[in-house]
């Protein structure tokens, strides 16, 4: 009988995630803590025998400056502490925010260190704000630093990882991962997300620029898109990218919020969605040797997402077998055909 892990999970959190809470400025905000109370509900009922459980440490400034410039650093921080503000319509921040924000990068970081260190081949952070919107210099779109663009550069000038792969399912394009790394041929990043939604980038002809052509890979699916076309552009475009890749480390922007529940996206994939995902991703890594860390971005249905995080865990942890699906017969041959000119598919 098989045990609800068979593999080791690295599960990375912390309270102060709970702390920010956009709200207090604009009512009504979908990124509220009862996100993460909801993760943590359904993580602390579920039977998951294979979690290794870890709290985040704060991101040190040394750290965010990897990828941030030091005004927008110091920016963040200045502003939470004379009591929060609003950023942009969308962005909020209150004097508890920098800290869940170091916090958040605190984790990614502390995840890839513990993938490096061999303490696990899978792991996850459970924390918030999301990072895959901000730039360099500029928080938007809920994020405030973006966690997994640390993670990444980390990993190569810690760890002196060479090659590193984004894999981002978020139901928005991570504009901010994508730019941060637009030129460089040593992060390679992948993303599936809703056409035409916020922030308005990631069309398939973006394909990176100067020594980073081909090494951005946007797909972007029509609104209503299901698991079908999801697990299809997976499959057959991006793991097939991977493995001519062959990075050393694979880091998912894992977003919830394509799911069919979800108030801000209109496709229509279901909890179990989250699971293959993961599971195919997970067979990506061990293919490669390469260790897998996910790190949680939107989704906006407490519940919608609660469930889907598990299902992700258990995908990440060997609970689920990787199902094979045909590729889908409208968008995946385009974007293939179209990606053909850089990558072997």
């Not at 004097?95 to 170091?102: F, I």
């Not at 984790?107 to 490096?116: D, E, I, N, P, Q």
Request: glycine share 12%; proline share 6%.
């Amino acid at each position: 009988m098989k045990s609800p892990l068979e593999t080791p999970v690295l599960y990375i959190h912390h309270p102060a995630s709970l702390h920010h809470d956009p709200r207090a400025l604009s009512p009504g905000h979908p990124d509220s803590p009862v996100r993460l109370q909801a993760i943590e509900a359904a993580v602390a009922g579920a039977e998951l025998p294979g979690l290794q459980t870890r709290t985040a440490p704060a991101a040190t400034e040394a750290e965010l400056r990897l990828v941030h410039d030091e005004r927008h650093i110091a920016f963040i921080e200045e502003l939470c502490a004379a009591g929060g503000g609003q950023i942009d319509a969308d962005t909020c921040v209150g004097q508890a925010s920098y800290e869940a924000a170091v916090r958040a990068a605190g984790g990614a970081c502390a995840l890839v260190r513990g993938l490096g260190a061999g303490d696990a081949s899978v792991g996850y952070c459970a924390v918030r704000p999301s990072g895959h919107h901000a730039e360099r210099d500029r928080a938007m779109g809920f994020c405030l630093f973006n966690n997994v663009a640390i993670a990444a550069e980390l990993a190569i000038q810690e760890l002196e990882l060479t090659k590193v792969m984004v894999i981002d399912w978020d139901v928005h394009h991570g504009n901010g991962t994508a730019e941060i790394f637009r030129r460089r041929p040593d992060v390679l990043v992948t993303g599936i997300h809703q056409q035409g939604l916020f922030p308005g980038t990631g069309a398939l002809t973006d394909t990176g620029s100067g020594a980073g052509r081909g090494y951005t890979v946007n797909l972007p699916v029509p609104a209503g898109s299901d698991e079908e076309v999801w697990i299809s552009l997976l499959e057959h475009v991006i793991i097939p990218i991977g493995l001519e890749y062959r990075p050393e480390l694979v880091l998912i922007s894992a977003g919830c919020d394509a799911h069919e529940a979800d108030p801000l996206g209109q496709c229509r994939l279901h909890t179990e969605s989250f699971g293959q995902l993961a599971c195919h991703v997970r067979d990506l890594g061990q293919a490669l040797g390469a260790p897998v860390g996910a790190v949680l971005e939107g989704g906006y249905d407490p519940a919608a997402l609660a469930d889907s995080v598990l299902a992700t865990l258990r995908g990440l942890g060997g609970h689920e077998e990787a199902v094979s699906i045909a590729p889908d017969p409208m968008v995946t041959p385009r974007m293939a055909s179209h990606l053909g000119h850089s990558w072997t598919l």
